[in-house]
């Protein structure tokens, strides 16, 4: 069998979880914290991801990444091609995945009692100190909520990934492309453990998450 | 010492005090809504004012004029807030440290240790706030507070969150603790006799504004309005009729009769004949003249007056009696004129359950002004 898929859609998906939360738990802080102007805005765009239908998200990162797309472009000229690599896959898989981490993030920083903030703030503490030592030991579970979530959606994420990376064998081809790809082929057998490969993974993670949320801070 | 003048503006409440006090315990006292909390806020730094100066021995944390605004990191001030806002991830030990972290690791776990110590906090360092009493928890929060040495402490509500009967002796254990640490401190409180027991100074907060800023006993004594009496909650708060007032007596016009008052000593209070008047009467010093002792002597017996018992309570150790008097027109307050309390044994000795019509005196002394 054929294990490439497997190790790129873990690749892939291990390193979309690492930039979502990245550029997701920061977002997520600003929301639950914050009101300012366009904050409304904010938070619908965080939840069309969720909404879009796949191809249509796909469509419009092709458009913009592509190699007429102005940052497909700009790429081009510094001579790199991003489209159908697996960077572009990590960038559907991003894409498809991020909202679950910023809603999971924000309404657990929610939870978190202003006033144990404002407290650490009267005790010295700067806002970074305030983050590590009172608001995220106190929202982590939520973070780690929306982390497994986000990995489990970016290892499944299909349609985004088939239009911005391709299915290109040996590339791009991720595991649910694999498992499309051997079942259009009627290569029931591989399809089978393939699909095995996924369910294992995700049942594993979200038993994991369930122990974890049992645990006191 | 304490400088505080602030205005803050909010859709339908604006806050605009401005008080004065030493290096002590300071009380803000008034009802839930007029600002007290807002005031501690913004000492703090955790609310911008919008004018004002705020200054701190001689450092200046907030000054609008000029522009400074000090971060709450940089104000050194222990806060205790109500409900005491504990870490409760942390232990007792890293809730009291969490202000030391700059320090250096041994002279942290030094500082801790002592004012673990000095809380009777011993034994319980390595719990977490779940794990302890009401009474615990507000210790640990005042821990949390005095270990970094605060240049002011501010406590909001600090017995509020606590049952009833550990309410007064930790209303006693925590002017001790604040004695002791010699810290200047600020008790935000709705409590009359709380904001009495633990702060030498009281500023008595209305709907935004400062309505009296007054020494405890002076406070106590010549409440500056009736407005404060009324916060106060003192009973007999009543009004009449200048008659005529001199710097030693003032006499007043009340239900068909002339009481007799003495003039306050430190703030004497003129006003025109004809002019009303508030005044307040407390319960405790009304006297019920015993019937067994012949005919009252007036020179004995200033303000006498008589009336019929409309209603009573009784709190225990003590009786609330409720009268209404002789004379003719609508009584004072409500159905009755004049509340009268009297210990129980007094109530035994006079036999009040059976007996409802009374004498009663009170002394001019008893009978306090209150200017308009």
Known sequence: MDWFPVWLSLRVALTATALTLLAGVPTALLLARKRFPGRNVLEAMVVLPLVLPPT????????????????????????????????????????????????????????VDRQLEQAARTLGRSEWSVFWSVTLPLAWRSVLAGAVLAFCRALGEFGITLMVAGNIPGRTQTLPLAIYDRVQAAQMGEANALALIAVAVVVVLLFGLSRLARLRY | MVSVEIVKRYPGFTL???????????????????????????????????????VVDDRVFFDAAASIDLPPQQRRIGYVFQGYALFPHLTVEENVAFGLRDRPRAERLRRSA??????????????????????????????????????????????????????RTLRDELRETLRGFETAAVVVTHDFT???RLADRIVVYESGRVIQSAPRAELLWQPASEAVARIMGLANVLRGTVVKATPERIQIGWRGQTLEAVNSP?????????????????????????????????????NLMSGRLVGEADFGTVWTLRLRLDAPGAPAQGDFDLEVEVPHLVYEILEIDRDRHWQLSIHRGSIHVLPA
């Open chain 2, 16 to 54: 605009d005090v401005s008080w004065r006090a030493e290096k002590s315990v300071v009380g803000l006292f008034g009802p839930s809504g007029a600002g007290k909390t807002l005031t501690l806020q913004c000492l703090a730094g955790l609310i911008r004012p919008d004018a004002g100066r705020i």
């Open chain 2, 266 to 302: 430190t703030r004497s209070y003129l006003p025109p004949p004809d002019s009303p008047i508030a005044f307040f009467i407390r319960p405790e010093y009304v006297r019920l003249i015993r019937k067994d002792r012949g005919a009252p002597d007036p020179q004995h017996h200033m």
């Open chain 2, 114 to 167: 002592e004012v673990i110590e000095r809380l009777g906090l011993g034994g319980l360092e390595l719990r977490y706030p779940r794990e302890l009493s009401g009474g615990q928890r507000q210790r640990v929060a005042l821990g949390r507070a005095l270990a970094i040495d605060p240049a002011l402490l501010l406590l909001d509500e600090p017995l509020s969150a606590l049952d009833v009967p550990l309410r």
């Open chain 2, 194 to 196: 709380e904001a009495y």
């Open chain 1, 56 to 111: 249509v998200l796909g469509y419009y990162l092709l458009v913009v990444i592509g190699s007429r797309g102005p940052v497909g472009r700009a790429l081009a000229a510094i001579g790199v091609e991003f489209a159908f690599t697996w960077g572009a896959a990590v960038l559907a898989a991003c894409v498809g995945s991020i909202a679950l981490v910023i809603k999971s993030a924000q309404a657990g920083f929610e939870t």
